[in-house]
């Protein structure tokens, strides 16, 4: 399988991408002379991670019959201060709401999901230590 | 330096993804009964490559002075068949519109941007083989 992506220069460093799903636009941080009209490339891979492994826990927890109110994923990437500047470290904070958790069977979907299914998790191990967290906030 | 990004559910695959300039949807594949409302997070993958060695160059040209009219990048990428799926080749199309080209100092550009510059490229080398291609269109 294949996936393509294609993005189009707007002027200054902003740039529309279009990918399957839809399109978003990508822009450099602002600066005093040009404010910043879109998200941060190396923020993307972050997000790509938490959509990939997000995805994952939910399918897993349905199959499990250990639904929860609500999910939130925070990922934080620490990026080298040499160029080029990748991510060494990443920590992803899965956070989960409401009540009688099922947290044995949520700590084997994070597991399966980090350890077998996220494919994003596995590209992320080549260059980053991953480290992950569980919380439950009861509601 | 330390980036974060956050994602929160919204039911089914659904989930709103939140990050430094912006928000964006993130969503799996339509399937018979549930239509998709967001971009896929693998693909998020290669727009983040696409963004970071893009801006190189718009950065690079400008230094050069060897400005053109337009730039394109398509990012091609190919997963494993087997899980977790990662891509294991990407193809990166640089297309430059305009006339005159300088040619050689745009082929630097590329250059630096991808053995130097760009940190989401040396992330990608770690797990995928990278070809790039240069397309010069005349208008």
Redesign the interface.
């Known amino acids: 399988?294949?996936?393509?992506?294609?993005?189009?220069?707007l002027g200054?460093?902003l740039?529309n991408?279009d990918?399957?799903?839809?399109s978003?636009?990508?822009?450099?941080?602002e600066n005093a002379e040009i404010e910043?009209k879109?998200?941060?490339?190396?923020?993307?891979?972050?997000?790509?991670?938490?959509?990939?492994t997000?995805?994952d826990i939910?399918?897993l927890l349905k199959k499990m019959r250990a639904e929860v109110e609500?999910?939130?994923?925070?990922?934080?990437?620490?990026?080298?201060?040499e160029?080029?500047?990748?991510?060494n470290k990443v920590h992803v904070q899965y956070c989960f709401y409401g009540k009688e958790f099922k947290k044995d069977k949520i700590e084997k979907a994070i597991k399966l999901s980090a350890d077998?299914?996220?494919?994003?998790?596995?590209?992320f191990r080549?260059?980053a230590e991953i480290t992950l967290e569980t919380k439950y906030i009861e509601k």
């Open positions: 399988m294949t996936n393509e992506i294609k993005i189009q220069w200054d460093m740039f991408a990918s399957l799903g839809g978003l636009k990508i822009d450099a941080p910043s879109g998200l941060r490339p190396k923020a993307l891979m972050l997000t790509s991670l938490a959509g990939c997000g995805m939910v399918s609500n999910i939130e994923i925070n990922v934080s990437g620490e990026l080298t201060d160029h080029p500047r990748f991510y077998q299914y996220c494919g994003v998790m596995e590209m080549q260059f």
